[in-house]
């Protein structure tokens, strides 16, 4: 606005004087040629006829003796001027007067060429002050919008890059408009809440699972305190069997679950250099009776040492959970293969024909087998483990081998 | 034995009492914090079985107590928290083992014999059962003073059997106190069977008479 004013009041006076200047300009070089032309006009006028005289000082004019009236007429025509020495655009009136009685026909021209030049010096002017005022306008309220807006496109910022999980609470700038002020404190208590749901749901979990422990071990020891009872029926025997049997499938679940728990509460934060190898082998040992009773043959090859930075816990989790799945779904004298490459390993066995289900594989709970050993949980587990660490986990089935591969994607 | 069980699960402690009777134990129970730093400071314990999570405090504080006065009291943590990290800290402040809930009687009773029988010092590390004699130092089993032959296996079978005699062990607990961690992969127990009989032949070659009863259904019994 105050921009519009002054660039305004700057233009008027130089208008003003830019058009006076033309103005002189042209008196200036009128002058010049009438000058000029006054001295060629005597010589060439002397004792001519009287329109010629006349013709001769004011070579606009043009009259001669007509036999009718004309009316007022006004038109264009290109002519020479003598000034300008080019053919320049006149306006001409022609007309006619009466003088003694008898009409004459005259008619009267005149150059329109500076009239040309003073247009086209105002509508220069007129552009290049629209010009200054657009431009002008434009910067001016580009730098006011982005000044105005900075605290919002600061807070929508913040809020791109804000995760839930995190603890510290979102940080916005302090501003002095008040409807951004106010977003600002309006989205602080919601992140906050929001929050205080998550870990008050991450806590719930966990506490239910270790609260659940409690009566699962009252259940486990009544339970072992029903078989010692005497005398036992065979059927009851059987019962208290079925018993204890669902009560140890309760307490692994609990386990699997409360592990569950953690990992996702990020738990499990301290890592080390995890050599892959040493892991497939201790816990191959730890494995080896179960190995021998299926009659099942291990056979590991590495083509190239991987370690990974990881908790050491969670890497024996997840290989773990692999090599019992594998052991757990295997046939009897079947095979195990176990590959280790440089960022990534594969866990193959032999086991049913028909390869597994992927869409279902990786959800909790989902078993691929009647084994009422199998818990769901244990993919789903592996895969939790493989996020932690950008991994990729994949299943595939090819010349009668399910194969578990699992790849890092940063070394 | 004098036993302490510091536990504030009132079900959870009598089914304890009620196992571990058969024993011979005297037992004892503390259900908070403030009992059991009492009946610590006034007596002496064979062996104490400690839940971490009381109601009014620490149990590990029970724990540290016990060792600043330099008593001898076997201690047993249990938790239902079995951390890492709580089982490092545990036995770090002097815990003789730590057992995780939930756990079978029978398991507890195996661990409770073998603190107890570390913490004597004087003998008691042979056991005799009429014609059978373990010695759990050497870890070595005789039938009528001649040794045999038994694989680790087969040993730990045996011991565990023999600590928890006169009492039916499950399955379940048999395969988990051989096996640890690798139980839930087999798929049945045939492992214990193959165990169990290669155990009962060689005790009964050597003239040992067959006390392993198979209980029908359940599991199986040290009968003596």
């Not at chain 1, 999980?165 to 302090?174: A, D, F, P, T, V």
């Not at chain 1, 024909?353 to 993919?379: E, H, V, Y």
């Not at chain 2, 109601?55 to 009291?73: C, I, Q, R, S, Y």
């Not at chain 2, 928290?81 to 195996?110: C, M, Q, V, W």
Request: contains cysteine.
């Amino acid at each position: 606005m105050i921009y519009s004013v002054l660039v305004l009041l700057i233009s008027v006076p130089a208008f003003y004087y830019k058009i006076k200047s033309i103005v002189a300009e042209d008196v200036d070089e009128d002058l010049m040629a009438q000058k000029a032309g006054m001295v060629a006009k005597i010589e060439k006028v002397f004792a001519k006829n009287p329109f010629e005289f006349l013709e001769a000082f004011e070579p606009d004019f043009y009259i001669r003796p007509a036999t009718f009236m004309q009316k007022d007429t006004f038109y264009n025509i290109m002519e020479y001027d003598s000034l300008s020495k080019e053919n320049v655009p006149h306006r001409v009136l022609e007309s006619s007067v009466v003088l003694n009685g008898q009409p004459y026909l005259i008619k009267i021209k005149s150059s329109l060429l500076d009239n040309d030049s003073i247009i086209t010096s105002i509508v220069l002017v007129q552009t290049i002050l629209t010009m200054l005022i657009m431009a002008g306008l434009l910067f001016i309220t580009r730098y006011h919008s982005k000044k105005l807006w900075r605290p919002f496109y600061a807070t929508l910022g913040r809020l791109h890059e804000y995760k839930i999980e995190s603890e510290k609470s979102i940080q916005l700038e302090k501003t002095d408009i008040d409807e951004f002020s106010d977003l600002n404190q309006t989205i602080n208590s919601l992140t906050n809440r929001n929050h205080q749901v998550y870990l008050s749901q991450k806590e719930f979990t966990e506490n239910a699972s270790h609260e659940m422990q409690t009566p699962l071990a009252v259940f486990q020891s009544k339970v072992e305190l029903l078989m010692q009872t005497s005398p036992v029926t065979d059927e009851q025997a059987e019962l208290i069997t079925g018993l204890s049997q669902a009560g140890q499938r309760m307490n692994r679940l609990n386990k699997a679950l409360l592990l569950l728990a953690k990992i996702d509460n990020n738990q499990f934060t301290e890592t080390e250099q995890v050599n892959i190898e040493n892991t497939v082998q201790k816990l191959a040992g730890q494995y080896k009776n179960a190995l021998s009773q299926k009659n099942i043959s291990l056979h590991t090859r590495v083509i190239a040492d991987a370690s990974i930075e990881a908790n050491q816990t969670l890497m024996e989790i997840l290989i773990g959970n692999l090599l019992s799945n594998a052991i757990r779904h295997n046939v009897p004298a079947g095979r195990i293969n176990i590959l280790i490459d440089k960022s990534r390993f594969t866990i193959s066995n032999t086991g049913r024909s028909t390869p597994l289900d992927i869409s279902r594989l990786f959800q909790r709970f989902q078993k691929q087998s009647a084994d009422p050993n199998s818990l769901g949980l244990g993919l789903k587990m592996a895969k939790r483990i493989c996020n932690l660490y950008n991994a990729d986990i994949n299943y595939s089935f090819a010349e009668c081998l399910h194969s578990f591969s699992v790849s890092f994607n940063n070394s | 034995m004098k036993l302490l069980i510091v536990e504030d699960e009132k079900e959870l402690s009598k089914s304890i009492v009620a196992y571990l009777k058969q024993e011979n134990y005297l037992c004892e129970i503390a259900p908070d914090f403030k009992t059991a730093l009492d009946k610590t400071e006034s007596f002496d314990y064979d062996c104490v079985l400690l839940d971490i999570t009381l109601p009014d405090g620490n149990g590990l504080n029970v724990l540290k107590e016990l060792k600043a006065n330099n008593k001898t009291d076997g201690v047993i943590i249990i938790s239902a928290k079995n951390s890492t990290d709580d089982r490092i800290i545990g036995l770090n402040l002097g815990a003789d083992d730590y057992l995780a809930k939930p756990f079978h009687l029978s398991e507890l009773s195996a661990r409770i014999a073998a603190v107890i029988r570390r913490r004597r010092f004087d003998g008691n590390k042979i056991l005799v059962l009429n014609e059978l004699t373990i010695d759990t130092l050497a870890k070595t089993i005789s039938v009528n003073n001649k040794s045999i032959d038994l694989t680790r296996k087969e040993y730990d079978l045996l011991l565990y059997l023999v600590t928890n005699k006169n009492r039916v062990i499950s399955k379940n607990a048999i395969a988990e106190h051989l096996s640890g961690d690798e139980a839930d992969v087999f798929d049945n127990f045939d492992f214990i069977y193959v165990h169990m009989k290669n155990l009962k032949k060689k005790l009964v070659q050597a003239g040992c008479t067959d006390y392993i009863k198979s209980v029908y259904g359940m599991g199986y019994k040290f009968d003596i």
